[in-house]
């Protein structure tokens, strides 16, 4: 079992900067990728952005170039650092983990979300 605690959210100004955290906890030592995703109100998940435990990063175009994913094996901790924020990027924020296990199968994990609020 894989358990994955975020934290970092909050309310910013448009152009402001946030950087979200994701501790991995459990079985983690055969988590493949490691990625964001989030979801606005009336609005279905989408990805954000993903890093690979080679460290070969990918990133959805509305953030590319304002947003970075990174990560601190050390601490089994995964970070999105958000820079020139929108308030189009009012979202809540979830870690995914995809781990795979003795079948060959792929198991996913979310953490509890963040809130990201851009506003005035």
């Known amino acids: 079992q894989v358990q994955l605690v975020e934290s970092g959210g909050g309310l910013v100004q448009p152009g402001g900067s946030l950087r979200l955290s994701c501790a991995a906890s459990?079985?983690?030592?055969?988590?493949?990728?490691m990625g964001w995703y989030r979801q606005a109100p009336g609005k279905q998940r989408e990805l954000v952005a993903t890093i690979t435990s080679s460290g070969s990063t990918d990133y959805a175009i509305s953030v590319k170039g304002r947003f970075t994913i990174s990560r601190d094996n050390a601490k089994n901790t995964v970070y999105l650092q958000m820079n020139s924020l929108k308030p189009e990027d009012t979202a809540v924020y979830y870690c995914?983990?995809?781990?795979?296990?003795?079948?060959?199968?792929?198991?996913?994990?979310w953490g509890q979300g963040t809130q990201v609020t851009v506003s005035s």
């Open positions: 995914n983990a995809e781990r795979s296990v003795l079948s060959g199968a792929t198991r996913y994990y």
């Open positions: 459990g079985s983690i030592f055969s988590i493949n990728v």
